[in-house]
Every structure is written in C-alpha cells, then in structure tokens.
C-alpha cells in the first residue's frame, strides 16, 4: 500500500474504552497507522504512547472561557501540522466530523456507522463533501445504500463492519439455565439538551418488557452504564419495583467476562439516534456465543435473522417481550448458531478496508 495512513479524531486512545476507540486500536495496529486524538489528559499538554499522540482538550470540553479558544487554536496546529505527514486521513466522525471543517478533504476517509437522520444538513454535507473525499467507509449495508441514493459515487464507498478482537471476545460455553441472564450494554454517553437518549436507546422499552418477562421466568437484567441519565433510569427501575432483578454497573466493566457470564445480549433502540447500525454489545456477544434480542430499527436485526442467533421485535413493548420469550424457550438452536459468525463477517473486514484503499 502506497502513502502513509493516519487517523484523526476525539477520544481514540485504548485506555478511553468505547466503541470506535476500541476499533481504531484494532485498525491502527493492522494499517500500521498513527493516531492523532485529544481528550481531558488532566494537566499534561500532551501524551504520547506508541503511535498514538494525545493533546489534552479540557478546555475545549469544559467551554473555559478564553482558554478553550488557545486550547483550540493548539489543537488547530497539532493537525495541520500531521495533515502533512499523512497520505490518507481515517476520520472516525463520519461525513458531519468536525475535523473535516479544517482538513484537506482529498485526504479524508471519515467512517459512517449510521445515517440515522437524513436531514437538509446531512443532505448538503453529502453533497458538498462526498465528491472531494479519497473514500468513505461505511459499516452497514443500509448507509451504502443511503449514500448510493443520495448520488455518491459506488466505487468511492468501501464497506466494512466493524472490527472486534477476536482473541479477546471469543466463544465460551453458556452457564445452565436456571437463571436466565440478560445483558444490556448500549447504554447513552451523552445527554444533550433537547434530546432524549434514554429513550431513544431504548432503556424503558426494555425495562417495560423485562418486568413482564420477569413475571414468569426466574431472570436478571444486567445494565453497563455509562454515567449519563442516572436519575431516569434510577426512577424507572425504582417505579417497575425491579430493583431486586436489576443490577446496574456503572463503571468500567470486563466485557469478555460480563459475556461469559449472560445467556444474551439486548438491542431495545427505538430510533439509530447516536446509535450504530450494528453496535458493537451485538458483535462482541455473538463473537462470545451469546445470542442477541434486537429491534429491527438497525441493520443487527437482518445479521440476527440471517444466522438465527437470536431473535427481532418490532421496538415496542409487547413484541420485544414476545422476542425475550422465544429467544428463551429456544435458547439453545440459536446459542448454536452464533459460532462462527464473527469470522464470517468481521474477521475480513480489515481486508476489505485494505482492497478498497489499494483500488483507487
């Protein structure tokens, strides 16, 4: 592969811990790659570890009056100055990054998870920026598609799902049955004015359906969070009367463990609103042969159905109950049906990445 690959964007260093960051590890070792990203790294101006530089952005973050904008401007230079080093530009992003505004877009590759809204700013971002870009990669079928319908370029759109590690997620016998164990880890990591992640995520939808499945099953809920709606969710959880069935772990979590010790993985999103196409719980779980119970507002839903390992429900109460219930009763077919499946559709990803670069 011909130039030099770097990867630019906010909150990417491994200790981070969430999805994309997690991913641009995987990539970054794969494409030998350097990573250029900021976050709060408390009073050290900057950090480096391996390939990846970190400039501290806490006043960016923490909007501080006059120092957020020398913060900015360092941050500016930072990645002007690596822009030069660099051949082709991954933007995690996507196609609305920020980072666009001030890079040389003949350079930039952003990722795409989700389009969950095509509204007049993405449509005019998609217009404007689509034709400069070098490529654009997309981890779902129905983005391409959104692309392809909105006058992208095919042969500029490279598709690959998202990238897991498989020698840290992998497959372990389910524990019996007796207590059947559910594991919601999509959780919101923002809270936004004007917005409601608490239910667009889904969590109410699940917590309604859990008290029924509750009723008649001897289960337990597991919910990872991430620190954000914690009164909601405390108010739901306390008005169901689930406290006893529900335990909630806020804090960092040993995902390959919580897997080995759940019989499945829940996707309850009402909408993709600041939610990937296929979440990165789903692939982790089934590339730890768990079976997922997904809503079919995301592409998961068609990988669940293809394989069989687990079920679909439309996004409302009744019918994820119905999903909880089958995926129980039939609990083993579809444990069955998960092995294999992250090297079928992940393990190549990379490769994929990789052709779509060199063809160009």
């Not at 990645?79 to 991954?90: A, M, N």
């Not at 920026?129 to 490279?158: E, F, N, W, Y």
């Not at 739901?236 to 979590?253: A, H, R, T």
């Not at 600041?274 to 719980?281: A, D, F, G, L």
Request: hydrophobic share 40%; charged share 25%; with cysteine.
């Amino acid at each position: 592969m011909q130039g030099k690959i770097g990867i630019i964007g906010a909150a990417l260093a491994p200790y981070f811990n969430g999805a994309m960051a997690n991913q641009m590890y995987l990539l970054s070792k794969k494409l030998n790659a350097q990573v250029v990203t900021c976050n709060d790294i408390g009073l050290l101006p900057f950090k480096k570890m391996g390939q990846y530089f970190i400039l501290n952005s806490k006043f960016i973050m923490n909007e501080t009056p006059f120092l957020s904008l020398i913060n900015g401007a360092i941050l500016y230079v930072v990645i002007k100055l690596y822009e030069r080093k660099f051949d082709r530009i991954i933007i995690p992003g996507g196609i609305d990054s920020e980072f666009l505004n001030y890079l040389n877009t003949e350079k930039c590759i952003p990722i795409i998870t989700s389009i969950p809204v095509i509204n007049d700013d993405i449509r005019n971002k998609i217009r404007e920026r689509a034709p400069k870009l070098k490529k654009i990669i997309v981890q779902s079928k129905k983005t391409k598609t959104q692309l392809i319908d909105r006058g992208v370029d095919p042969k500029k759109i490279i598709l690959m799902y998202p990238l897991i590690d498989l020698s840290k997620f992998n497959y372990s016998d389910p524990l019996p049955l007796d207590e059947f164990r559910i594991l919601f880890a999509s959780s919101p990591n923002l809270e936004v004015p004007g917005e409601d992640n608490f239910r667009d995520k889904g969590v109410p939808l699940l917590l309604e359906a859990f008290k029924e499945f509750a009723r008649n099953n001897n289960t337990k809920l597991y919910i990872v969070w991430r620190g954000k709606y914690n009164e909601q969710l405390s108010t739901k959880i306390s008005e169901l009367k689930l406290e006893k069935d529900v335990k909630v772990i806020n804090g960092v979590v040993d995902m390959p463990e919580m897997y080995a010790k759940v019989h499945i993985t829940a996707i309850p999103f009402l909408n993709l609103w600041r939610s990937p196409e296929i979440p990165m719980s789903a692939l982790e779980s089934l590339a730890c042969g768990r079976p997922v119970v997904a809503t079919d507002v995301g592409e998961i839903a068609d990988i669940v159905e293809t394989y069989k390992c687990g079920c679909v429900a439309k996004p409302l109460k009744d019918e994820f109950l119905m999903a909880l219930k089958k995926c129980c009763r039939n609990y083993l077919v579809y444990q069955e049906n998960c092995r294999g499946i992250s090297e079928d559709l992940f393990s190549i990803a990379v490769d994929k990445l990789r052709w779509g670069l060199l063809n160009e």
